[in-house]
């Protein structure tokens, strides 16, 4: 244990949640949108999703590497490991963060940027956030969309992101690939993320085309990333790879043919990339032999809530398929002429006892001393439910969560009997439109760092 607040852990160990079913919460919860499930705090990280959105800058130094590059291509290069780099964090972390408050901030200033981030909207969530350093802006938003599959929930982290490197002129947009948590029924949690992501560079033209593969039949391509950057008239310059978790290499495309005419098996993949692992298991098609399971499972305090009926009609069994993240591939690519251009920091060695944070996410809730005095009150890092989870007072946190939910529920409800002026509106951030995609957006609306705060508004 800790007894000051330290970078390499936090005040305490998590508490095991084995005598917990997640099913018998979330079984209420199917349909509901990310900010209407209410879930035990045993099952979440002493974070908000505000902070969880802020791990994607654990490595914003890549941002930096990519201005200092003359060459676009090679620019477009650091950035595309930025964007894999920028999911890294999500590997195992199965704990949810909080759902910020409407109106929420919060704040990070490192030596080489600092970021701003504020829950704009509360149903649907939106949460928006501004970093600004020397050589680059990173802004975006993100609205959590979520989808039942039965044994999984799919989400979709809708809104887009953009990376602009004044030096050049350039901006750089994309939106996040879906990510799936598998096993919510039974069985051992875990995160999949897959799709594509396709990275613009607005002023070139240059274009990357990256792809998140579903794990597979034996979990063959279990993280696995690959993609091509191309040029405007859509030649294919260059072959990414890599594995989200870990790292991300470039080669030229000549050794790419070279390799791949000798080494097709590595690449020809059973799965295609458009959707989950699992994505047969619709709630219609719950397979018995989950039901079975369902049945025998031990359940904690919630036992009372758990009634399952047989559905009519029972779906194919998978063939060894999603329910259980075997282990990771471990064929290796090493196509000649590569360059690494990411590679992750180990999580440290305590990270099992501690929600499997990386040291950047155990960093997040440090208050420096001086710091409450200078934080806009809006700071979730003065949020007393996520302070009583981290500090191990699972009763307290509970307590703390229900009476802030409620307290922001009465909030509404005096806004909305106000006659005009009840519309809530954000501080720091106003809608508009995104001068790169030219789409509806959350646009940073300055003055934060001003720091001229005044009490108001008094949400926790
Ligand atoms: C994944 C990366 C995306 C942004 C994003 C949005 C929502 C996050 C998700 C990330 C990771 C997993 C997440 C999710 C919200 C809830 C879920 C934290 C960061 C956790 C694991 C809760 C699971 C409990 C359910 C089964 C409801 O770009």
Known sequence: MCLTVCMQCLPVPMFSRNDFSIWSVLKNSIGKELSKITMPVVFNEPLSFLQRMVEYMEYAHLIKEASSKED????????????????????????????????????????????????????????????????????GSIHPKLKFWGKSVEIQPKGTVTVELPKWGEAYTWTNVNCCVHNIIVGKLWIEQYGTLEIVNSVTGHKAVLTFKPAGWFSKDLHRVEGFIMDKNKKKLHFLYGKWTDFLRVTDFVSYEGYFKENAHKFRSANDSKG????????????????????????????????????????????????????????????????TLWEATPRPANAAEYYQFTLFAMSLNEMEPGMEKKICPTDCRLRPDIKKLENGDLDGAAAEKTRLEEQQRDARKARKGKKGSGEWKPRWFCQGTNPHTGQEDWLYTGGYWDRNYGPDPQIF
């Open 276 to 339: 989950p692992s699992s994505n047969s298991d619709s709630p219609s098609q719950t397979p018995k032999k989950v039901l079975a399971k369902l049945n025998s499972l031990k359940v904690g305090p919630f036992k009372s809530q758990t009634s399952i009926s047989e559905p009519d009609d029972s779906g194919p069994v998978e063939p060894g398929g999603s329910d259980i993240p075997k282990c990771d591939s471990t064929y290796s690519i090493d196509i000649p002429n590569s360059t």
């Open 72 to 139: 676009p291509v090679e620019r477009l290069q650091y950035i595309c490991a930025f964007a894999v780099s920028a999911l890294a964090s999500n590997w195992d972390r199965l704990g949810k963060p909080f759902n910020p408050l409407l109106g929420e901030t919060y704040e990070l200033e490192r030596t080489e940027y600092r970021v701003i981030c504020e829950q704009v909207s509360h149903h649907p969530p939106i949460s928006a956030f501004h970093a600004d350093s020397e050589d680059f802006i990173f802004h």
